[in-house]
């Protein structure tokens, strides 16, 4: 096990998991001295009855001051004002935050605004600008999983002024998070593949990056072992509740760990595209996934062959000869791809070029491959990957995901 | 295969800094926290091997005052707190920073309860009412000199226990300046109780991926460093390792109940005055053989966390739970010829043979399959007793 | 009470002054680098007109600050933030973290994945100024010491190396 010469970790949050896990929120708030939250959470998750099964386990201890199902798949200053304005409006004293990354980021905004009395949240944006803790907050996931319910970064857009505002603080971790297997029971498959990528990318980030430590390795070790046992499986079986709730435990492992060791160039560009191009975030780390590892290769060998264990299990760990590890990882995660892609009905993107958007078009051309690439140049994420990236490194792994062809590792300068 | 519950929490609310100049750091951690005055807590042995000059160097250029109370013995009591109390308040501290093992961190954790509320709040808890607001700021530097809960949801100060989540430190620092003093014999002891911790944990009926996540690096640490660092004493990597395992086995401890070796490791101490973590390690051989012959064992990947993924995978199911053993039992064996009067048996400790029997009653936590079978414990017990290794 | 004492956190003035001497060293070879690199202008382009940061140890120093005049040209603005309009602010936690960086036993990027940085500001401004500085070091560092400073050694002819090598050098001593 490796240790750092210096490194830091915290993941203050109480993590609550089972099949019954929502049955604990009163206790949970109960502690925190709240007993009227507020429910945020989207139209999507209060349509898949997702809140009505929330409701149900809470209500007989809790009164909710209110249920606010309207934030929009981007986090937005307006509807954080506003519904900020609502919990003040309706007397509550707590937050339960029901849905993904962009209701957890809302959710986060929010406790900013009524516990600071903000009324310009611009003035907490950055890091270090909150002093003190916020209202209770707690953090139900329904997609397993961006991990946004352990990590302390929270994304809000101000639309009007063109902004992206990005607040840092120990403060914006939720007080717990309920990992209950109810709550991604009627995940849909292209969904499920893709928030499941995005969970092992956080994992695989955490452990070759720059700000690896023995903490985030153990969790992300831990995550990805039971990625590779559940995912496939839950994509073909979406009623099995033991692998909803171990991809849940994934999610929540994978977010400790890329919360306190950062992530790299797969966020990086996918950050950028995401941004250029509207892909989901998920889509975008299943297709690069593969380019960071091929990219990082040659600073970080060693490190990579040993996510063959968790991969590939015991046996298959112990047949293979060390220098063959990382191949065998490389692979395994291009094949992992390709059964989401089977066991989704061909709707899991393997490759940039394959991936639609709501109309059914090519929602990434060739031609913005440049733009992505400028994008990226902008984004924090690259200080912890193990390799630099200019402009041309981006376009060069651009292409390469674009097409769905192998990198060359004969272009990687070092 | 016994499979642990689908139903687990989790809370670990401490942040980690570890390694080079991390108590340059304290100044502006404590700054998050809304602190500016500290009153650090440390004992005379302590301080006479020079930990307040690297205090006072960590906060030098930091434009702060800092307090030191070298004073704290081994058996703290409620008497102090009270006169801490004093003088946290009449000096306007609003933080504390625990330098030491047990006994400091149980003087810390009752003063911190003292001085975010009242003293008497200190009696009326011991009513079980559960503590549930928050602490004042309690950061708490870590060496190797452990009593296996500093960094738990335990406090005994007195006559007096309590547990409660919000008395677990704010800040962990491990610091190679905070590591380097303590003797062989001392390390070996706090290392072998972390082994416990971890172990058990990861047996444990109630265990979860993230108390197993935790017992991992523990024991890897553990079993990485623990040899390296007695055969040499200045090994500075190794020792911030076993620090590190320390507080992972801790955690892991902390989110579950205590285990069969762990408890009985306690009270054979309290008769004998030898540091727990020897007579855990004694124990715990006889233990794990006795798990092993069960028909349904609880897990069968304890080599992974014992040797690690390579020696794990190459070895045959089967074989592996003994290896596990066989691998524990060698340490117990090179730590006879690297620690001056290592204990060969519970024998050597003074542990009589009467005795036993009195140690057998109901213990009160849940051992590894739910209610310890008293026969087990005698049987471990008797085999501690008869071999020595 | 027997056992107590307060104690008035001290100083390090040979500390200081060498992390002051760096920074001021650090600032005004940033200026020169501008002039002959046009990497590091080019970086300087991409950010809003008149950007100003600054680069220094908390809780009170030293600093340096460089910004971009009317012109849109790079200038080393001294040490004293008082009275400066700054869009960027990079915080050193302690002056020990600021001496590991300075003695190059940590290199910005290792600085920044070991948390010793805060960074006060627009992000992709803070990967611009952290090119620019890696830029520099290169620069001002032997090869040796430069490789261990940043994650990819340029590929730069030995010339014009060598030559914007005593360039930068004397832009920054003697303002060149």
Excluded at chain 1, 100 to 115: C, F, L, P
Excluded at chain 1, 283 to 299: D, F
Excluded at chain 2, 242 to 265: H, I, K, R, W
Aim: glycine content about 8%; overall charge neutral; proline content about 6%.
């Amino acid at each position: 096990m490796d240790l750092p010469g210096y490194y830091e970790y915290y993941c203050g949050v109480k993590i609550i998991a089972g099949h019954d896990a929502l049955e604990r929120i009163p206790g949970v708030l109960r502690d925190l001295h709240a007993s009227r939250p507020m429910i945020v959470t989207d139209k999507g998750v209060a349509a898949a009855g997702l809140v009505d099964i929330v409701m149900g386990a809470v209500k007989d201890q809790l009164s909710i001051g209110a249920v606010a199902d309207d934030v929009p798949p981007d986090s937005d200053l307006r509807v954080v004002n506003r519904l900020a304005a609502l919990y003040r409006e309706q007397g509550c004293d707590a937050l339960i935050a029901v849905g993904g990354g962009s209701v957890m980021d809302t959710a986060k905004g929010i406790n900013i605004v009524v516990s600071e009395k903000a009324d310009d949240l611009m003035k907490f944006s950055g890091a270090g600008a909150l002093k003190r803790p916020l209202k209770p907050l707690v953090a139900v996931p329904t997609t397993a999983g961006t991990g946004s319910e352990v990590t302390l970064v929270a994304v809000v857009k101000d639309h009007e002024r063109h902004l992206k505002m990005a607040f840092v603080s120990y403060f914006l971790l939720p007080d717990a998070s309920i990992l209950d297997s109810r709550m991604t029971l009627s995940l849909p498959a292209a969904i499920t593949a893709a928030t499941g990528m995005d969970a092992l990318t956080h994992a695989v980030e955490a452990y070759y990056g720059l700000s690896k430590n023995p903490l985030s390795d153990a969790t992300a070790l831990a995550a990805i072992r039971l990625i590779s046992r559940n995912l496939v499986k839950v994509t073909r079986h979406p009623s099995d509740r033991e692998a909803r709730l171990a991809m849940a435990n994934a999610a929540a492992l994978a977010g400790m760990a890329f919360s306190n060791s950062m992530v790299g160039m797969v966020h990086t560009l996918g950050h950028a595209t995401g941004s250029v191009c509207g892909v989901p975030h998920g889509v975008c780390m299943a297709i690069l996934l593969p380019y960071g590892l091929e990219y990082n290769r040659h600073k970080r060998e060693a490190i990579m062959g040993e996510l063959f264990f968790p991969m590939g299990g015991s046996d298959v760990f112990a047949g293979t000869p060390k220098e063959q590890r990382t191949d065998r990882v490389i692979a395994y995660v291009r094949q992992m791809n390709q059964d989401l892609h089977d066991a989704s009905g061909g709707r899991h993107a393997r490759f940039f070029k394959e991936v639609l958007d709501r109309e059914g078009k090519p929602a990434v051309t060739r031609e913005r491959l440049p733009d992505i690439a400028r994008t990226a140049l902008g984004d924090g994420s690259i200080f912890y990957n193990p390799e630099e990236l200019d402009y041309d490194d981006f376009l060069m792994v651009l292409e390469a995901a674009w097409e769905g062809v192998a990198l060359d590792y004969g272009r990687i300068r070092k | 295969m016994f499979q642990p519950q689908s139903s687990y929490s989790f809370y670990s609310p401490a942040k980690v800094l570890s390694g080079n100049k991390a108590l340059e750091n304290l100044p502006v951690e404590l700054d998050g926290m809304n602190a500016i005055k500290p009153l650090i807590l440390t004992t005379p042995g302590l301080s006479a091997r020079g930990m307040e000059k690297v205090m006072a160097a960590a906060f030098a250029d930091s434009n702060l005052t800092i307090g030191v109370f070298a004073g704290v013995p081994a058996q703290p009591d409620l008497k102090l707190v009270r006169e801490l109390y004093g003088l946290y308040r009449d000096n306007g501290y609003d933080a504390i920073i625990a330098l030491g093992g047990g006994p400091v961190l149980d003087i810390a954790k009752a003063l911190n309860i003292a001085v975010s509320g009242r003293p008497e709040d200190l009696e009326s808890l011991a009513d079980r009412n559960p503590l549930t607001k928050k602490l004042r700021p309690l950061a708490a530097i870590l060496n190797l000199d452990l009593s296996g809960c500093e960094m738990t949801r335990y406090v005994t100060i007195g006559s007096l226990s309590l547990i409660s989540p919000a008395l677990i430190p704010d800040l962990m620092v491990i610091d190679p300046r905070t590591v380097m003093a303590e003797e062989r014999k001392t390390v070996a002891s706090t290392a072998l109780m972390s082994l416990t911790q971890a172990v058990e944990a990861c047996l444990h009926p109630a265990r979860n991926p993230l108390t197993d996540a935790y017992a991992y690096g523990s024991a890897r640490f553990i079993m990485e460093n623990i040899l390296d660092v007695l055969k040499n004493p200045s090994d500075r990597k190794g020792r911030m390792a076993l620090a590190n395992a320390a507080y992972f086995a801790q955690t892991s401890f902390d989110n579950l109940l205590p285990g069969m070796v762990y408890e009985l490791g306690m009270a054979m101490s309290r008769s004998c005055h030898t540091h727990p973590g020897l007579i855990m390690g004694l124990l715990l051989p006889h233990f794990l053989l006795l798990e092993m012959k069960k028909e349904t064992a609880t897990r069968k990947d304890l080599y992974l966390f014992i040797g690690g993924p390579e020696a794990f995978a190459g070895t045959m199911p089967p074989a592996s739970f003994r290896k596990a053993v066989d691998r524990i039992v060698e340490i117990l064996l090179e730590l006879q010829s690297l620690v001056t009067d290592f204990p060969r048996s519970i024998r050597d400790v003074g542990i009589k043979r009467e005795d036993l029997e009195s140690l057998v009653e109901p213990r009160s936590a849940a051992g590894v399959r739910g209610e310890y079978d008293p026969q087990d414990i005698r049987n471990i017990m008797e085999k501690a007793w008869e071999t020595r290794f | 009470m027997n056992n107590y004492k307060e104690i008035q956190s001290g100083s390090k003035p040979f500390k200081r002054a060498y992390v002051a001497l760096m920074l001021w060293f650090v600032g005004r070879a940033i200026e020169a680098a501008a002039r002959v690199d046009g990497a590091v202008q080019a970086e300087f382009d991409g950010l809003p007109p008149e950007f100003t940061f600054s680069l220094g140890v908390m809780p009170q120093g030293p600093t340096m600050i460089v910004g971009k005049d009317a012109q849109g040209l790079v200038k080393y603005r001294g040490w004293d933030p008082e009275g400066q309009k700054i869009d960027l602010k990079m915080k050193v936690k302690n002056l020990e973290g600021a001496i590991l960086m300075f003695t190059f036993q940590e290199s910005t990027a290792v600085a920044t994945a070991r948390n010793r940085l805060i960074v006060d500001g627009e992000v992709p401004a803070a990967c611009a100024i952290v090119r620019v500085l890696d830029i520099v070091e290169v620069y001002l560092l032997p090869k040796l010491i430069a490789k261990l400073a940043v994650k990819r050694y340029p590929d730069w002819s030995f010339g014009e190396k060598v030559l914007n090598r005593i360039r930068i050098y004397a832009g920054a001593i003697i303002g060149l």
